[in-house]
């Protein structure tokens, strides 16, 4: 967008450029902003229309000269009246690369020396106009603005100014401004809004280049496409920002990691030795013994910090986070008031902004001079390497301390489920090897005992016999045994094991991370709540103009117009309110009340249609069982539990699988309506509700199987009947248990393998596949002829890096697979564990090859999700109480055992559970109608009620109230004795090792000695020069006593000074003192006994 000066401006000078165009007035306030949108909006309604409020004289054509786009890239805005010099306002443009070692690597710019350590892309788009391009070359939109200052006059009216420059800013001028809405680069016809995201590129690289960073982009013109904007840091501005973010670099001291003698010594000697296969190739392994003291970064204390090399000293991670920081705090406030490259993102000024990998990740070099990309992916980022550890250290220092506190975290979840799919694995064998030993499935298989049981639906179905379920019944005992209960409370336990634990790795990696005692960075608002923020203070200003309207209104004369004074009285008071500043600092509950209003009844709406889901799972089972009953074939009528249990598992699987995607978009959408201010508000209120709703999107199905399949069923001649007739469906014969079972193995392993192959490797891939086929036309009629991509192209073409809440959401769920229901499917931690060893490959490789580098953010922890997961191991034990005491069978069985049993064995269970019905109370047409097991009267069904010939006839029996009595106690004991045992365990393991306390206290005390002997240098340097200094002055020198000096006494800690005519009467001239460098380390300056001059004046830094 180009401006222009109107003649009659109250400066001198215009600008000039366009032919011909149409003209449009309009006044702006110096706080306002141009919005592309409004303008765009503006130019094509008036345009045709004729409309021209101004005077002609005003508005006169001026001749059009086209200029290359490099020229108006080369200008750029300067801040308040802030002059730079020419050098200092040309941003670097590079043609070719010319040096060996930035075309081999695409890292460096043109000189081949300087980082490459941010990239910022934006994109020349197609014209979008329906204009002509004959047309447009000569007509174009031009906005009039009564400018009050805020645009300043170009430098002189130079005819060769190119198009789209902006003047240099100087003092502000009263006058006409005009902005030029089209305009032409080389034969393309470019946007109105393009124009304005120029501009704004214009000003917020201009102020990057105030704040010390250092620009250069490619020469040539595009037409379209991406273009690339390469930023470095010299060493001043990482060293300014090093010591403003406190960043903790080694210093020149050293010491040895203390290693255990003795006994321990040779099993530390032996486990390394055993674990040597396991560990990753990493270059400097050697060096892990030894450790250097980390201080945080001063410029005064450059001399204490092991710096071999400028270049080197900060890593490319703590580079980009350094330049990071300052497109953070960057600020455009003449074309729009926004600050930070994250806001001009989200306004499409820039496409996307990121630090460079290391080069490529394919070179095959050897292990010293690969890079830490490289080594990452040879020995992390592949499959062959599953069975090592992972390069956690190397990890954190490629992609920051987040994202390797999660693959820690990660590492450590994995590596405690080794012992507990063990465990696991041990009580399913114990279920195998005692199945043809449990008396209650031997008498559930003998068909000597002719246990007639109840018809399964009304009608249709026909007795039958309990000894066809047999194989149910034995399934059941592989999860259903005395070793489940065990093996309940060793994961409830393992739970509390696991986080401590994690907690004890997390500080280790706090001490050797340098992340003890990092503060908060400072986080600027979000670009939604500052678009919010500055829509209400727009309608503030609107409502206190419109209440101040008739107070402010001048005279008018009979005809309406305003009268001389009182209209400079008018211009001035809306200049005032112009610039008087808002008070309004941030938004209320009553902005956000709409948004909560939404929130709540939406994630009740979601809620509604999981339950809404689940009960269409239970109709679909209660309609295919009455369906398959009435199949003539015995076959189909024998499998129909297996049969409808499988198909309503995957329905319910499918069903899951897509309402997590739909349940972590309405999340995101959720969030955005509460419009939280910080991004660490934002990734907190997201986590909270797409966890809400996706842990009930995956343990509904679960819970119902669990907790109330069954229990509403009723009794024969009683049942509980929905949709017309159907009843509710009961659980087999073996108990519920075992349908959990296959409920939760069949979603867990679904969801993990579906997740993991199609939605994390084949979708990533095909949008891949689709992006290249898309772009093939037209990369190869560009390509011709131009140098090989750099890697900033190649990095471009990577997927963003979205952030860990999908990575972290994925392993929360599975740990409630794992600690939730474990009591019903022991070998959960096992298929876990299988899980994990591909998923750390699987996320190792995502992150190195396929997302551009995220930015490297420090983190102490993993933040809420250690509230999660503190949470599901709580409920974990209530969740697996339940399921012991009220789905399995081990309390009924513990209580006829010990209560209702004659013989004290398990002999007569099966008979004791089952109670009678006579078949002639059958409701009308609910009876069998083709008796197919002959004259029946009786028949069995599992309850514990009153025969028909007691005086209580189908009430609950005693024995209900005994079992029911057993399993609320159990419970009871079961809660206390896992919090007990789970209070002990995390009592005996310290949250910190001691060997880490130890290394503190260590380090502590030997940063403390280095500083100490480092004041002690600094003040015997100063003595030797006080001494030398008095040493050379002839002993028979004396002070006039009208210089008024004060003379040196015995305590004085200053040597006598000479005076000033001494040196002048030929006496020995002064040794300059040194002690300005004690102010450079104590910041203060030190009190001098006399007037300041030259030669005596401290600096302190």
């Known amino acids: 967008m180009a401006l222009r000066r109107s003649p009659s401006s109250t400066c001198a000078g215009s600008w000039t450029s366009g032919a011909s165009f149409m003209r449009v007035a309009t006044a702006i306030s110096e706080s306002s902003s141009i919005h592309s949108d409004g303008l765009y909006r503006l130019t094509k309604d008036m345009s045709g229309m004729g409309l021209d409020p101004m005077s002609h004289s005003i508005l006169e054509p001026a001749p059009y000269k086209e200029q290359p786009w490099a020229e108006e890239s080369e200008t750029l805005l300067q801040r308040n009246s802030m002059q730079i010099t020419p050098s200092e306002d040309k941003v670097p443009v590079v043609e070719s690369l010319s040096s060996p070692q930035g075309s081999a690597e695409g890292l460096y710019f043109s000189d081949g020396r300087r980082k490459v350590d941010y990239v910022l892309v934006f994109h020349h788009r197609r014209p979008s106009s329906i204009r002509s391009r004959a047309s447009a070359t000569v007509s174009h939109d031009r906005l009039s603005i009564v400018s009050n200052g805020n645009f300043a006059p170009s430098v002189g009216s130079d005819p060769t100014a190119g198009r789209g420059s902006i003047p240099r800013v100087g003092a502000g001028c009263v006058g006409e401004v005009f902005m030029e809405l089209g305009g032409a680069v080389g034969n393309e016809l470019t946007e109105p809004a393009d124009h304005e995201m120029h501009l704004i590129r214009q000003e917020f690289e201009a102020n990057l280049l105030e704040a010390g960073l250092e620009i250069e982009r490619d020469r040539e013109v595009k037409a379209h496409g991406p273009s690339f904007t390469r930023l470095h840091a010299p060493w001043p501005v990482l060293c300014r920002e090093a010591e403003f973010l406190k960043i903790k670099v080694p210093t020149k001291t050293s010491y040895e990691l203390k290693e255990e003698s003795g006994f321990g010594s040779s099993l530390n000697t032996v486990w390394r030795k055993m674990n040597q296969p396991f560990q990753p190739k990493v270059p400097h392994q050697d060096q892990e013994r030894t450790k250097f003291l980390t201080h945080c970064f001063s410029r005064d204390k450059l001399h204490l910090y092991n710096i071999t090399s400028k270049d080197t000293f900060f890593d490319n991670a703590t580079r980009g986070r350094i330049v990071y920081e300052i497109l953070r705090r960057t600020v455009c406030v003449r074309t729009c008031q926004t600050i930070?490259?994250?806001?001009?993102?989200?306004?499409?000024?820039?496409?996307?902004?990121?630090?460079?990998?290391?080069?490529?990740?394919?070179?095959?070099?050897?292990?010293?001079?690969?890079?830490?990309?490289?080594?990452?992916?040879?020995?992390?980022?592949?499959?062959?390497?599953?069975?090592?550890?992972?390069?956690?250290?190397?990890?954190?220092?490629?992609?920051?301390?987040?994202?390797?506190?999660?693959?820690?975290?990660?590492?450590?979840?994995?590596?405690?489920?080794?012992?507990?799919?063990?465990?696991?694995?041990?009580?399913?064998?114990?279920?195998?090897?005692?199945?043809?030993?449990?008396?209650?499935?031997?008498?559930?298989?003998?068909?000597?005992?002719?246990?007639?049981?109840?018809?399964?639906?009304?009608?249709?179905?026909?007795?039958?016999?309990?000894?066809?379920?047999?194989?149910?019944?034995?399934?059941?005992?592989?999860?259903?045994?005395?070793?489940?209960?065990?093996?309940?409370?060793?994961?409830?336990?393992?739970?509390?094991?696991?986080?401590?634990?994690?907690?004890?790795?997390?500080?280790?990696?706090?001490?050797?991370?340098?992340?003890?005692?990092?503060?908060?960075?400072?986080?600027?608002?979000?670009?939604?709540?500052?678009?919010?923020?500055?829509?209400?203070?727009?309608?503030?200003?609107?409502?206190?103009?419109?209440?101040?309207?008739?107070?402010?209104?001048?005279?008018?004369?009979?005809?309406?117009?305003?009268?001389?004074?009182?209209?400079?009285?008018?211009?001035?008071?809306?200049?005032?309110?112009?610039?008087?500043?808002?008070?309004?600092?941030?938004?209320?509950?009553?902005?956000?009340?709409?948004?909560?209003?939404?929130?709540?009844?939406?994630?009740?709406?979601?809620?509604?249609?999981?339950?809404?889901?689940?009960?269409?799972?239970?109709?679909?089972?209660?309609?295919?069982?009455?369906?398959?009953?009435?199949?003539?074939?015995?076959?189909?009528?024998?499998?129909?539990?297996?049969?409808?249990?499988?198909?309503?598992?995957?329905?319910?699987?499918?069903?899951?699988?897509?309402?997590?995607?739909?349940?972590?978009?309405?999340?995101?959408?959720?969030?955005?309506?509460?419009?939280?201010?910080?991004?660490?508000?934002?990734e907190e209120r997201l986590i909270l509700k797409a966890f809400l709703l996706k842990f009930m999107n995956a343990y509904a199905p679960i819970f119902y199987v669990a907790f109330f399949k069954g229990r509403f069923a009723g009794r024969p001649g009683d049942y509980v009947y929905v949709f017309q007739g159907h009843r509710m469906e009961e659980c087999a014969p073996g108990g519920c248990l075992i349908e959990l079972c296959i409920q939760l193995s069949i979603i867990m392993l679904g969801k993990q393998l579906i997740q993991n192959n199609i939605f994390e490797i084949g979708i990533p891939k095909l949008k891949k596949l689709v992006r290249a086929l898309k772009d093939k036309g037209s990369a190869e009629k560009e390509m011709e002829g131009e140098r090989p991509p750099q890697q900033w192209n190649l990095d471009y073409a990577l997927a963003p890096f979205e952030g860990l809440t999908p990575e972290y959401m994925e392993m929360i769920i599975q740990f409630g697979f794992v600690s939730l229901f474990v009591a019903s499917f022991p070998l959960a931690p096992l298929f876990a564990l299988l899980n994990n060893v591909i998923e750390i490959r699987l996320d190792a490789k995502k992150f190195v090859t396929e997302l551009r580098r995220p930015v490297a953010v420090r983190a102490k922890d993993i933040g809420v999700w250690y509230n999660i997961l503190s949470g599901m191991g709580k409920f974990s034990v209530i969740i697996n109480a339940f399921v012991i005491s009220f789905t399995s069978d081990f309390i009924p069985r513990l209580v006829y055992q010990y209560t209702f049993s004659q013989t004290g064995t398990m002999h007569g269970f099966i008979d004791h559970t089952l109670s009678y019905f006579n078949v002639s109370n059958f409701k009308p047409g609910s009876a069998p109608w083709n008796l197919q097991q002959g004259n029946i009267t009786i028949c069995r069904y599992k309850d514990y009620r009153e025969p028909p010939w007691s005086p209580d006839a189908y009430m609950v029996s005693k024995q209900y109230w005994c079992v029911l009595a057993a399993r609320l106690a159990f419970v009871i004991l079961f809660q206390n004795l896992v919090m007990f045992l789970s209070l002990v365990v995390a009592w005996g393991i310290p949250d910190v090792p001691k060997t880490v306390v130890e290394q503190f206290k260590r380090e502590k005390k030997l940063l403390v000695e280095v500083f100490l002997r480092e004041e002690k240098e600094k003040l015997q340097l100063i003595q030797s020069l006080f001494s030398k200094d008095a040493n050379l002055r002839p002993a028979s020198h004396t002070l006039h006593p009208g210089q008024g000096l004060p003379i040196p006494g015995r305590y004085s800690t200053l040597p006598p000074l000479p005076t000033q005519g001494s040196a002048r009467d030929g006496g020995v001239p002064r040794v300059r003192c040194r002690a300005a460098s004690f102010s450079q380390f104590t910041g203060q300056i030190p009190p001098s006994p006399r007037n300041e001059n030259e030669n005596s004046r401290h600096t302190a830094v």
């Open 340 to 682: 930070g490259i994250s806001t001009l993102i989200a306004k499409g000024v820039y496409d996307a902004s990121f630090p460079l990998h290391d080069g490529d990740y394919k070179v095959i070099r050897h292990l010293e001079e690969k890079s830490d990309r490289q080594v990452l992916h040879d020995e992390w980022a592949k499959y062959s390497a599953f069975y090592k550890y992972q390069p956690i250290d190397l990890v954190r220092k490629y992609f920051g301390e987040k994202i390797g506190l999660y693959f820690a975290w990660l590492g450590v979840y994995t590596q405690l489920l080794i012992p507990a799919s063990i465990v696991g694995i041990i009580v399913f064998g114990y279920g195998v090897a005692t199945v043809d030993t449990n008396i209650p499935s031997l008498e559930m298989c003998d068909e000597r005992l002719n246990f007639t049981m109840c018809p399964l639906c009304d009608g249709a179905c026909d007795f039958w016999k309990l000894s066809t379920a047999c194989g149910t019944a034995r399934a059941s005992h592989l999860f259903d045994n005395p070793a489940t209960v065990f093996f309940a409370i060793f994961m409830s336990l393992w739970a509390v094991l696991f986080l401590e634990q994690w907690k004890r790795r997390q500080n280790s990696l706090s001490l050797s991370w340098d992340l003890t005692g990092i503060e908060d960075d400072e986080e600027h608002p979000r670009p939604k709540y500052e678009t919010i923020l500055l829509q209400k203070r727009q309608r503030n200003q609107k409502n206190k103009k419109k209440k101040k309207k008739k107070k402010n209104e001048p005279e008018k004369q009979e005809d309406g117009t305003v009268t001389g004074k009182d209209r400079w009285r008018q211009k001035l008071l809306s200049a005032m309110a112009a610039g008087t500043p808002s008070t309004i600092e941030k938004l209320t509950w009553k902005d956000r009340l709409p948004g909560y209003f939404i929130n709540v009844s939406s994630i009740l709406f979601m809620f509604g249609l999981t339950f809404s889901a689940v009960f269409g799972v239970i109709v679909y089972r209660i309609t295919v069982s009455a369906l398959i009953a009435m199949s003539p074939d015995p076959e189909t009528k024998s499998n129909v539990r297996v049969t409808v249990t499988a198909t309503a598992v995957l329905i319910n699987l499918v069903v899951i699988l897509i309402l997590d995607e739909i349940y972590g978009t309405v999340a995101l959408w959720l969030t955005e309506l509460e419009i939280p201010k910080t991004e660490s508000n934002f």
